[in-house]
């Protein structure tokens, strides 16, 4: 009965695929399998790093501790995907007709080959996410059951976690499917999924905020237009901004919140759409991907207290009053980023070219050249310069999404294809149950106390033994 099922779900598999990316998948895998079980081979023993108390104690900071291989964020050049810089991404990855903004479609590509794709594989990529974007209907009434007072990040979250029925890992280890499998399975949940999650953002868009009917998916458009279009948008510029925003916000490496959750979670093997609920809860933090609601929040409180055409002077005075209230000034500094985040320029750059009299944009300029001689001034911040939370609100806003509670949905759309790319990869190479061994406060103590004496005098003291 088990073998029949399983044949079954490959069925259902191999039946959706009009693209090429899981084949060039395949003919990547065994090379780049063979690449780390070398390198492993040579070098397991060898320490990467160390760490402090203060880091054990701070949220486990610049620890290295964990595989990504689909992006690195450095401190002063910003988040690189397979390699490449957002600049880079931008000038190379295919682009809709007529438009500037790279295709997200293309960034999933790139996440899960390390490879440029062709305009041609990009284009098949967008026919398959097509044909894959319909939701079960228990999921659709979910969601039309919710009153509007739910954010829509737990409408998100509860509907993706709904939407675990359709998965295909689980109907196939439930089946018995072999080790070597997880990935094509993980694959397959993952594609399903990214191609989902906007027809599953735009119901609750529609449904809490307007008349709840979803324009239906046209399979001749691109992920990004489709879901503009279920959203209630026809302008060409917006449609062009949700490919910049939903390219951006792709990937951020694997130890922020949201990705190192799916990656934990997927350690415990469950499927695809658990994991990637699970990260949305994190994500839906403000000190993670609420920031960019909160940042809009405070742009509007400030205009609505000083209004348009303020002066430094008056930014100045704002922002000291911000901080001396006890509050932080939302959209600048990061935990790793050390210069002005690139996700930020490549937003000021696109608001330069299609809303430069935008007021709120002009707003934003001024805070760019006020904000970070006020912090570097209070002297607390290690990094003063905007992130990409201080533009994206105020571009959604311009051309007329102006529910700032909705804003991190979209973040989570864009989200799913580097944290899904990461969890395929993690299945490839078989990557074990995350278990790190935590301490208490009395035995970090006892620890020191134990390490000092032995450094002090290695021949009469036992070298310390972390606590069991």
Request: proline share 6%.
């Amino acid at each position: 009965m088990a073998a029949i099922m399983l044949r079954g779900v490959r069925a259902m598999s191999k039946s959706s695929h009009h693209s090429t990316l899981k084949k060039r998948l395949q003919e990547i895998i065994p090379q780049k399998v063979a690449e780390v079980k070398e390198f492993r081979s040579k070098h397991d023993n060898y320490t990467i790093g160390s760490y402090t108390l203060a880091q054990a104690y701070g949220g486990m900071r610049g620890i290295k501790g964990l595989v990504c291989e689909t992006s690195v964020l450095d401190a002063d050049e910003g988040i690189r995907y397979r390699g490449y810089s957002l600049p880079e991404v931008s000038k190379l990855l295919p682009k809709a007709p007529g438009g500037s903004e790279p295709l997200p479609e293309a960034t999933l590509w790139l996440l899960m080959t390390g490879e440029i794709p062709t305009s041609e594989q990009v284009h098949g990529l967008s026919h398959d996410l097509a044909s894959r974007a319909s939701i079960p209907k228990h999921v659709t009434d979910l969601i039309a059951s919710f009153p509007q007072h739910v954010h829509p990040m737990s409408q998100f979250v509860s509907a993706v976690s709904a939407m675990q029925t359709e998965s295909k890992f689980a109907m196939a280890y439930a089946a018995g499917m072999s080790k070597a499998h997880y990935w094509d399975y993980t694959f397959e949940d993952s594609l399903d999924l990214i191609a989902k999650l906007p027809t599953v953002a735009a119901q609750i868009y529609r449904n809490t905020f307007k008349d709840g009917v979803v324009a239906a998916i046209d399979p001749t458009k691109d992920w990004s237009a489709n879901f503009a279009t279920m959203l209630g948008f026809s302008d060409p510029n917006f449609m062009e901004l949700l490919r910049l925003y939903l390219t951006i916000h792709a990937d951020h490496e694997g130890g922020n919140v949201s990705a190192h959750t799916v990656h934990l979670v997927g350690s415990a093997l469950s499927d695809p759409y658990l994991c990637f609920s699970a990260g949305m809860c994190g994500l839906a933090g403000p000190l993670h991907g609420l920031a960019n609601q909160e940042v809009l929040l405070w742009l509007t409180n400030l205009r609505n207290k000083i209004g348009d055409n303020v002066s430094e002077a008056q930014l100045k005075e704002f922002i000291w009053d911000t901080l001396k209230s006890g509050q932080v000034v939302p959209g600048y500094g990061h935990a790793v980023l050390r210069k002005t985040d690139p996700r930020y320029t490549s937003q000021r750059e696109f608001a330069l070219k299609h809303m430069p009299n935008d007021p709120m944009f002009q707003l934003v300029s001024k805070l760019y050249h006020v904000v970070p001689p006020v912090l570097l001034a209070q002297g607390k911040a290690k990094n003063p310069w905007p992130n990409v939370d201080a533009h994206s609100g105020i571009l959604l806003q311009h051309y007329g999404l102006n529910e700032a509670s909705y804003y991190t949905v979209l973040f989570g759309v864009s989200r799913a294809i580097g944290v899904l790319s990461s969890l395929t990869w993690d299945r490839i190479f078989g990557l074990p149950l995350e278990r790190p061994k935590s301490m208490s406060t009395s035995g970090l103590k006892s620890f020191i106390a134990q390490d000092i004496a032995f450094k002090a005098n290695p021949a009469a003291n036992k070298a310390p033994e972390n606590e069991e």
